[in-house]
């Protein structure tokens, strides 16, 4: 039966997926929610947009005959890839996520792990710091509750609207990043203070790196729990499994 897949996007791993599919000729589309005013250019076909919650992506998948569904979100996006897992489990579409290793505290880390924004921000309560908050733009003004801090803010697309923040220094700026250019940049800025999410993987991992470098603690805020589904970590395995998974769970 030929393949129909719909690729849930947004990382560099899912840019390399998709260009790998492209070039073994295997049909799909690839989906992005929209936050990036300019994404970097893919190997499929791109739909951008949400899908209406687990109702609308179980309608996409049948009207569009989607035989497979690969989740290449971030491991945060925890709501797309709750609705995918919800999904393909009631339109028994086979479901794979390509995802990251989570990071894991090496010798001369200093990090203080914190089970989410919420607590991140409760964290960040009391005197003034130089922190660089390495979260994109989504939570941004939930930091607003921190005015104190001088901010150090690495985002893909320009700020959309003035920042909540009496002083904050923002670089526009898309990675994957170099050990040596994320310390200077913590060097220039004067950072005490790295704010992160455990996102795993190699891509943006240069932040905390470059902080056991120069001693800085990191507050490293906890991936959300997922439900159970089959995971990968390499694209050659979602390929293995595009090779074996049937197109039906029943079977």
Not at 66 to 85: E, G, K, L, W, Y
Not at 121 to 148: I, S, W
Not at 183 to 203: D, M, P, Q
């Amino acid at each position: 039966m030929r393949k129909n897949l719909l690729v849930l996007g947004g990382t560099t791993e899912a840019r390399t997926l998709c260009a790998a599919l492209a070039d073994a000729g295997i049909a799909g589309t690839v989906s992005l929610a929209g936050r990036v005013a300019r994404p970097a250019p893919l190997g499929l076909p791109l739909r951008i947009g949400g899908f209406g919650g687990v109702a609308g992506l179980v309608r996409y998948l049948r009207a569009h005959g989607v035989t497979h569904v690969i989740d290449a979100t971030h491991p945060f996006a925890a709501q797309m890839s709750r609705n995918a897992v919800a999904a393909c489990a009631q339109t028994r579409t086979p479901l794979i996520a390509l995802t990251r290793a989570p990071w894991m505290a090496q010798g001369g880390d200093r990090w203080t792990e914190v089970a989410n924004i919420a607590a991140a921000v409760k964290a960040l309560a009391g005197a003034p710091r130089r922190v660089m908050l390495a979260l994109g733009r989504m939570h941004l003004d939930d930091f607003a509750a921190n005015p104190q801090h001088s901010y150090l803010l690495r985002l893909v697309d320009p700020p959309a609207a003035p920042l909540a923040f009496p002083e904050a220094e923002v670089i526009v700026d898309r990675g994957p990043f170099t050990r040596a250019g994320d310390r200077a940049l913590l060097e220039r800025h004067r950072t005490e203070l790295v704010v992160s999410k455990n996102a795993g993987g190699s891509g943006a991992r240069a932040k905390i790196d470059a902080a056991r470098d120069l001693g800085l603690p990191v507050l490293m805020i906890a991936r959300p729990v997922l439900p159970p589904r089959t995971e990968a970590y390499t694209v050659a395995d979602v390929l293995h499994w595009l090779d074996h998974a049937p197109t039906d769970l029943g079977v």
